[in-house]
C-alpha cells in the first residue's frame, strides 16, 4: 500500500522473498487484518531506519485491527 495517496491500492503477489523485500525496502513484516481477509507487508526496521509513516496503512490498521481487538491477541 503506497504511503503516497496518488496511487491506487493494488493487491500483488509475489513469488520469493526478495520480491517482498523490494517491495517494502528493506525486511519485512506480515502485519495480519482478518477482519479484511489480507495481510500487509510492511517494513521492519522502517521506524528505526527513518521511513515516512504510511498514514494509509496505519489508518487501515487502526480501524479494523487496533479497533476490533484483534490487536490484542
Do not use: H, K
Request: aromatic content about 8%; charged content about 15%; hydrophobic content about 50%.
Amino acid at each position: 500500500m503506497p504511503a503516497d495517496i496518488r496511487p491506487s491500492i493494488d493487491q500483488m503477489s509475489f513469488g520469493v522473498l526478495a520480491d517482498y523485500q523490494s517491495a517494502v525496502g528493506g525486511l519485512i513484516e506480515a502485519v495480519d487484518v482478518p477482519a479484511l481477509s489480507l495481510i500487509i507487508y510492511v517494513n521492519d526496521n522502517g521506524l528505526i531506519c527513518g521511513v515516512p509513516v504510511n498514514d494509509r496503512a496505519t489508518a487501515l490498521w487502526r480501524a479494523f485491527v487496533l479497533r476490533c481487538g484483534f490487536a490484542a491477541r
